[in-house]
Structure formats: C-alpha cells, structure tokens
C-alpha cells in the first residue's frame, strides 16, 4: 500500500522531509499536487505567481521522472480530492510539509484528523521556515512583534538543521488518473504577457541551486555594501525559490554559512543576508499570529485612517508607472515586465502609494500581489503594513520616503531609473502627477487622526 506524498509550497524533491519520510517508509510513493481554487479562504495566486507554479510544477515532474516516478496533478477541494485518492490507491499513509497561512492550517487540520481516523500514518513536517512559530516566543509567551529581539531569540534557539540528503531512485505506485499541467490553465494565452517574464527567470529546483551557488560565489562578499543600490545586481534573487520552495531556508542558510566558514572576509555580508531571511521569518510568523494580515491592519488603530476618496487615475498611473516620478515608474515598469522589483524600489513604490497618493495599501498589495512572480502569503502583506505603517514593527508612520532624494542617494548616476524609464529626461516623460511636499503634508494631517484615535 502506496505512501502518498502532498506537494504544496515545497516543489523540491532536495531535503523535502515529506517526500523523504514517504521514501523512507519503503512504501511505493505517489506525488501529487492538488490545484485547489474551490475551498473557502484561500487566496488564489496572481497572475505572475501562477505563471511560475506552472513551469515549477513542470520542473518538479521532470525531477521525478528522472527517479521513476512523476507527479501526480489534480484539481478540487483539497479534503474531498485527498479522501478519494486515498481509497483509489488504497494508500496506508499521507505526509506533506506545513503551510502557515490560516485557512491552508485548518485544511491541514482536517485532513490529517481525518486520515488518522480512516486508520492512515498522516505526518506534517517542517520545511520552509528555519524555525517553527510555536518555538520562538517572547518571556510572556508571546509572538514577537519586534525584529532585532526576535532575530536574537532566533539565533540563540538550536541552529537550523542540515538539509536532507536527495534521494535517488525510489519505488512508485501505479497512478490513476490525472491532468496534464496545462490543463489547469495557469499560464497566460490570449494575450501572452509573459515574454519578459521568460527573458527574466528559469524557474525549477536545478536552476534554483544553480543560482543559489552563483550567488554564494560571486556576490555574497559585497552583499551588505551594495544591496541597496537598484542599478546593480547584487542581490541574491532566491525570493522566488524561497516562495515556491525550489530551495528550503535551510539550503540557503547553510551555503551562506558555510562560505563564512571558509572566508571570514565574507562574515559581515553574510550576517546581513541572514539576517534578511530573518526577515522572511519574521514575516512567516506574524502571519501565524494575525492570519488575516492581508485585509486587516495589524495595529487596529490604523482602522481610523481616513484614506481619501480613490482618484482611480492615480492608481492606475502607479500601475503603469506613468507617475511623472523617476525612481516610482521605474520599479513599477521592472515590476510589470520581470515580475520583480529591487527591494530599495518596493518600500519607495509602496510608500509613495500610501503617502503620497494616499491610496490604501490594501490596493497596492492586491497589485503586488498579482504582479510579483515571488507574491508570498507572509511576506507581501507584511511588507506592505511595515511601510504604511500599521504592520509588525512598521516603519513609523511619519517616516515618509522622499522618491526623489532615495534616487539621488541609491541611484546616483541614473542607472536604474533609465533602463526602465528611457524616456525620462526627454519631452515625452509626464509632470508628476502630485507635488511631493503638499502630499506629505496631507499624509501626515491624517496620520493625526489615527493618533487622536488612540
Ligand atoms: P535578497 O536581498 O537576496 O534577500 C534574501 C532573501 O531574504 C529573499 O529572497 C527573501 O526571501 C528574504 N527577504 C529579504 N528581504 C525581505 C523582507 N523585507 N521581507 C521578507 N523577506 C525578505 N518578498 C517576497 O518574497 N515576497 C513578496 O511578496 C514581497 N513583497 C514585498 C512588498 C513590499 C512593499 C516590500 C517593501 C517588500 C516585499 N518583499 C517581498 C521583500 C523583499 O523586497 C524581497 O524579498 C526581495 O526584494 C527579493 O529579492 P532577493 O531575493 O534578491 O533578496
């Protein structure tokens, strides 16, 4: 009787303990991942997410093809669809890596109560956090709702295991039936907006390492010295591995650690990198601790925000990036095109939405969100509260980014701004579409009445 492994946000078959605990039992072992855009509460991928779960879900086949085995794809409430897999295959086991999201936790829930009832081996393993929410807590046994103590308490809990061993060949089963990956329709057809998401990105596990090892080798040394400068490429780009789990957190922080070990000169750089998966942590378990962070405002005094009336022409121009403002058009063109944005451009292009057009960031999410080939349930809520300043830690409300000096500062020469935005110096580029100086005013007047309400 088969062991059945779920594939979620773990595309992966390198240290995947599901997957290994599934070869592990000597069973035969089916893969199968469940589209499922029908159970309530879950958010649906945008539309440059699903372009990268397409070819992901693609690349996971190939790498189980090459063992012997493939992936099996089906469509529907992930309960129902899991309760007649089950009695198809006759399985005498279920694993599958968490999620952390609220509705994927009580799916979860009821999917392993009910498995165990029906007599099944069902086990949950960690997989894509380094530290599992429950285990770091404040002395009061709280979540943490600040950075640098919870980063500390991270560092000082047991170190992050060591990835797990890739397994070879391993037995499989014999496969009902499924769908083809195209036929969940998740890439774009008429018209194919995609191109230059092709140019941009090769998703799938072996590229994944590929870039995870060219990273290490080539620019982990000047990482804390240049991270912030959008006109060069200096980052580690692994955000979308991370999201989709083509590599585990663990994979990437022992090759950054590692190269600490054999290069102290890289130590400092690797301590910030680090750290910036800290973030991603941090980001993980306050959506443990506020699961609706994507609608609702951590700091519920944010509720008394009187966003104006939405001047739908603004937004739209933030969308296009026709704004009139250099360094906004040119993060909001990168995104549109690549599916990215450097991170120094997300925080300038969120606040000016927020402060500047004062637009609420719920709608800049939502965009992000279906822009973003790396659009994560934690990380892009997250990010967004921390720049409008309702989120966990958030930048304070008054701190209002100026999109002109950020240029000046990280994109001295221009380099960022016109690779995206040629025509920027020419006639053709629009006026701002407002004044920087009465809009941050504006902001901070209302900010006033969030602070009157508390
Ligand atoms: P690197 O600088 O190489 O960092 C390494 C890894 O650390 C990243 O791959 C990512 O997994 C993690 N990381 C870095 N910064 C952050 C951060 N601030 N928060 C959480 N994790 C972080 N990141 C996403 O992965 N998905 C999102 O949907 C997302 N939305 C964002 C929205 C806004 C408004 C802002 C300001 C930031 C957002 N970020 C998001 C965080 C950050 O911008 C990206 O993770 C980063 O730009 C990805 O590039 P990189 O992989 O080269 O990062």
């Avoid at 089906?74 to 129902?80: I, V």
């Avoid at 506020?290 to 925000?305: E, S």
Wanted: glycine share 8%.
């Amino acid at each position: 009787r088969p062991a059945v492994v779920w594939f979620r946000d773990d595309l992966r078959v390198a240290d995947n303990p599901a997957l290994d605990a599934a070869v592990r039992s000597g069973r035969p072992v089916v893969c199968v991942y469940l589209w499922d855009d029908v159970s309530p509460g879950l958010r649906p991928p945008g539309a440059a997410a699903r372009w990268w779960l397409h070819h992901s879900l693609v690349a996971l086949d190939a790498e189980l093809r090459a063992r012997g085995s493939r992936l099996l794809v089906r469509r529907g409430a992930a309960e129902s669809e899991l309760k007649a897999l089950i009695a198809e295959l006759d399985a005498a086991a279920l694993f599958w890596n968490r999620r952390y999201g609220g509705a994927e936790r009580a799916i979860d829930a009821a999917v392993k109560s009910a498995a165990r009832e029906a007599g099944l081996d069902a086990g949950s393993f960690g997989a894509n956090l380094l530290f599992e929410p429950w285990t770091i807590r404040t002395g009061a046994g709280t979540a943490f709702s600040v950075f640098s103590p919870f980063w500390r308490a991270c560092l000082s809990a047991p170190a992050p295991r060591m990835p797990l061993p890739t397994p070879g060949g391993f037995p499989t089963a014999g496969l009902p039936d499924g769908l083809r990956i195209d036929d969940l329709g998740l890439l774009p057809t008429r018209p194919d907006w995609a191109g230059g998401l092709r140019d941009a990105w090769e998703p799938g596990e072996r590229s994944a390492h590929t870039d995870l090892a060219r990273f290490v080798r080539d620019d982990l040394a000047r990482y804390r010295d240049d991270r912030d400068i959008p006109g060069v490429d200096a980052t580690s780009r692994l955000s979308p591995r991370l999201r989709w789990g083509e590599l585990s957190p663990h994979q990437v922080w022992h090759a950054a650690s590692a190269a600490r070990e054999h290069d102290p000169g890289v130590a400092d750089s690797a301590a910030v990198f680090l750290s910036e998966l800290g973030w991603r942590e941090f980001a993980y378990h306050t959506l443990f601790a506020h699961p609706d962070a994507a609608t609702v405002n951590i700091h519920r005094q944010y509720d008394a925000f009187p966003w104006p009336r939405l001047h739908p022409g603004a937004l739209h121009a933030w969308q296009r990036g026709r704004t009139g403002i250099p360094l906004v058009d040119a993060g909001m063109r990168e995104l549109s095109t690549t599916g990215t944005m450097h991170n120094r451009v997300r925080m300038v292009t969120a606040s000016f939405l927020t402060k500047n057009l004062l637009i609420d960031w719920r709608l800049g999410e939502q965009w992000f969100w279906d822009t973003l080939v790396d659009a994560d349930p934690a990380s892009n809520p997250f990010n967004w509260q921390w720049v409008a300043g309702s989120g966990a830690d958030a930048a304070p409300y008054f701190r209002v980014f100026n999109p002109e000096l950020q240029r000046t500062k990280f994109d001295p020469h221009g380099d960022y701004v016109r690779r995206w935005v040629p025509e920027w110096d020419g006639l053709d580029y629009p006026e701002p579409v407002v004044d920087l100086a009465e809009t941050r005013r504006a902001a901070l007047a209302a900010y006033d009445t969030v602070r009157a309400s508390t």
